[in-house]
């Protein structure tokens, strides 16, 4: 199995940084994706990494480091509207089946504050 | 170009009670999957389709059941449903394997079952 860890909530300030943290254990490692959740609605698609390394998108950074089992999600120029749950998931192949599977952290909340 | 459309957006059951809930997808994916989302616990994947005709359990299949019949729908029956069950229910559809195979998700069903 898999086992997906991220804090539960976070608050931050209007035009500050803020980093989300995921870490996971996993064997098959093949992605790490984050989502982003606004109360009510959908997951939306944020970012993609399978290989070491930082990945920007405009205010929206993330980093992996697959030897460490480790993301993070990096958040910059804090906006009032980026108020919402983030979610990581980690995708890996199944040794037996060949498989690919989808598993998602609990998600963070982040509030942010003006 | 809608994305992924899921009907009904609210349902109220009572236990024992059946019903289908309709996921489609207007971007030729060919996986298609339906997830559960619950309080602290993250999505969690029911079943899962990797072509028409075919399905698949995901993590927590009991008490459901899927029908891929045509390639952008995929159906999501509950045959007698109990509390358990209440849950906010989301589908959603990725191209398979090429590029990044991302997930993209529909609007979600929000289900009752008292």
């Known amino acids: 199995g898999q086992n997906i860890d991220q804090p539960t909530e976070m608050t931050a300030t209007e035009g500050a940084i803020v980093q989300i943290n995921c870490t996971y254990q996993?064997?098959?490692?093949?992605?790490l994706f984050w989502y982003q959740q606004h109360a009510g609605e959908a997951p939306t698609f944020l970012s993609y990494n399978v290989l070491d390394g930082l990945e920007e998108k405009g205010r929206f950074s993330s980093f992996l480091s697959r030897s460490k089992g480790y993301s993070y999600l990096l958040l910059k120029e804090l906006q009032m509207k980026d108020s919402a749950s983030y979610l990581c998931?980690?995708?890996?192949?199944?040794?037996?089946?060949?498989?690919?599977?989808?598993?998602f952290g609990s998600g963070t909340r982040l509030q942010v504050q003006p | 170009n809608a994305g992924v459309t899921q009907t009904p957006k609210f349902r109220v059951l009572k236990t024992g009670q059946s019903m289908t809930l309709l996921c489609a997808q207007d971007?030729?994916?060919?996986?298609m999957y339906w997830y559960r989302q619950d309080p602290g616990m993250g999505l969690r994947l029911i079943h899962y389709?990797?072509?028409?005709?075919?399905?698949a359990k995901g993590e927590v299949p009991d008490g459901y059941n899927v029908s891929r019949l045509k390639k952008q729908n995929f159906l999501l029956g509950l045959e007698s449903a109990a509390p358990s069950q209440t849950s906010v229910y989301f589908c959603?559809?990725?191209?398979?394997?090429?590029?990044?195979?991302?997930?993209?998700f529909g609007p979600g069903t929000r289900l009752t079952v008292l």
């Open positions: 389709s990797v072509g028409e005709g075919t399905t």
């Open positions: 998931a980690v995708r890996a192949t199944a040794m037996d089946t060949g498989r690919r599977a989808l598993t």
């Open positions: 971007m030729n994916h060919e996986y």
């Open positions: 959603a559809s990725s191209d398979g394997g090429r590029n990044t195979d991302t997930q993209y």
């Open positions: 996993t064997s098959g490692f093949n992605g």
